[in-house]
């Protein structure tokens, strides 16, 4: 087989998504704090160099993660705010929710423990709702998302996160 650009450029590429893969799965495994770079690229078979090739930290890769997949979640046109708002925590409800529940409780827990992995997602969070609302609504808002979530996680799954935050953005309808 003919070693080329492309070539290269598919390895690099497979080594990126197993670096991905692997980084999410022991975080979610063992917590962010307690995954190191070495674990990440011994455990995906891969070098120092091809991780700091796609990412400059863990963090670096949290963060582009989390901003590629909710950046899928944004609707985009001419949709009211409210359309806009509802799409978006609700389909990322969903995605947390179908993650499972032990990942959602260990998520909480970082967040809890002031680490990155947890505060990240509250950021990109609080940010996206601030391009719709003002920051008083802003945080009342993703208030109530991470409240339901946290009792959705406090009752061992028994509280339907989704009902609690449909029902409280209902009041931003007419906007």
Not at 1 to 11: D, P, S, V
Not at 22 to 48: H, M, P, Q
Not at 89 to 96: A, E, F, G, T
Not at 159 to 166: E, H, N, Q, S, W
Request: glycine share 6%.
């Amino acid at each position: 087989m003919k070693y080329n650009n492309e070539t290269r450029l598919a390895k690099s590429n497979e080594n990126k998504n197993k670096i991905i893969e692997v980084a999410l799965k022991l975080i979610g495994e063992k917590g962010f704090d307690n995954v190191s770079v070495s674990a990440i690229t011994k455990e995906a078979g891969v070098s120092k160099g091809a991780f700091y090739i796609h990412f400059e930290s863990k963090e670096d890769l949290i963060v582009k993660q989390i901003n590629l997949f909710y950046d899928d979640m944004k609707l985009e046109g001419d949709y009211s705010k409210y359309e806009k708002l509802k799409h978006f925590l609700i389909n990322s409800l969903k995605h947390i929710m179908d993650s499972g529940l032990k990942m959602c409780q260990g998520w909480f827990s970082h967040s809890v423990q002031g680490s990155f992995y947890g505060k990240s997602k509250l950021a990109y969070d609080l940010g996206y709702v601030k391009e719709l609302y003002d920051v008083k609504i802003s945080n009342e808002i993703i208030s109530v998302y991470y409240g339901a979530l946290n009792l959705w996680c406090f009752t061992d799954g028994e509280i339907d996160p989704k009902a609690i935050v449909l029902n409280y953005i209902e009041k931003f309808k007419e906007e």
